[in-house]
């Protein structure tokens, strides 16, 4: 601990030499035995985190992993259950579909858009509607009679969570449906249906944000760490999601705004922390669908009919890295390339949040943004 210790030393000739890498394998080895003492019997007060330095417990559990527990009957249940599913081989189907699932309150202001995005594509995708508060009025026949039962959500709590799974539950009674993406009322396509569909279809993982951020948007307001977008499933990754009672309890029980000074959001933190425990090498650590978060406030930036341009689509669409900013006084940036089955492609195939103004422009540009 830096004391010195007096001792009394034979004389030179009768001492013993030890040879230089002699004593770094001394020095390494009593490092050796300090750590595995600290992880076994972790201080258990501030006291002693400050023997050494200040920072030193913090600096200490970075370096060693977490101390095993041991699970309980539920949770070994759970893992069992969701490692055996995901070790099925998935189920093939000579149709497979991609199911569209619509999270909106009422009408989707952008419906034409959507009806342009399917003309000519019948038989190789479904529709969902989950409407929150009244019952949607279409303008597209892909969209009639697709409403769901729909119950009321509220932002950034469980009911959220409630109506994705719902819209999965439905989406699921058809085999044919092997890939799942969630959309809001909002989102636009950034590109024409067989790109959507060849991208998703054939992709090898699910596409779910998440990144470390240790300011107030990330685990200064949950104890964990992740911040997601609207996500795609692969079927696979839908199954353990509805499979799941465990985990979904935890969060409605304990993940809500305001709850013991913290903010935590479950339908934020649900799905990537989930995904993260069970399988974080099936996700892609981005989303396809693009939000703009540079004017730094709680909500993405939304855009009007100013906005709008042919540029500002290619723009979107052609962006091949996913850049994530903490939301701490740091604002460090971490930029990773979007690798699509080890190729470095465009990250976006739709985006949000496009106002109703936006959506004559936006069926004018439809036919030239995606015919590239």
Sequence with gaps: MGMKEMHILPPARQRPQLKKPT????????????LVVVYVHPPQDSTACYIFSSSSCKTISRWLPPPARELSDEEIASHVVIKSILNTPPFETKNPKIAFMFLSPGSLPVERLWDKFFQGHEGRFSIHIHASKVKPVHSSR???NREIRSDKVDWGKISMV???????ANAL??????????LSDSCVPLRDFDYVYNYLMYANVSFIDSFEDPGPHGSGRYS???????????????????ADRLYYTKFR?????????RNCYADEHYLPTFFHMFDPTGIANWSVTHVDWSERKWHPKSYVQ???????????????ESVHETSDAKRETTVIPCMWNGRNRPCYLFARKFL???????????SNYTAV
């Design 162 to 168: 409630d109506a994705e799974k719902r819209l999965l």
């Design 224 to 242: 964990d760490l992740m911040l997601p977008e609207w996500f795609t499933l692969k079927r696979q990754h839908a199954i353990i999601v509805m």
């Design 253 to 261: 029980d304990y993940c809500r705004p305001g709850m013991d000074g």
């Design 306 to 320: 100013k906005d709008i341009s042919y540029q500002l689509i290619r723009n979107l669409s052609s962006i091949k």
């Design 23 to 34: 004593w770094i394998i001394i020095l390494v080895s009593i490092l050796c035995m300090f």
């Design 142 to 144: 892909y969209f009639q």
């Design 173 to 182: 009674k058809d085999p044919s449906n092997q890939h799942f993406v969630l």
């Design 356 to 366: 109703p103004e936006t959506l004559d422009m936006m069926i004018d540009l439809f």
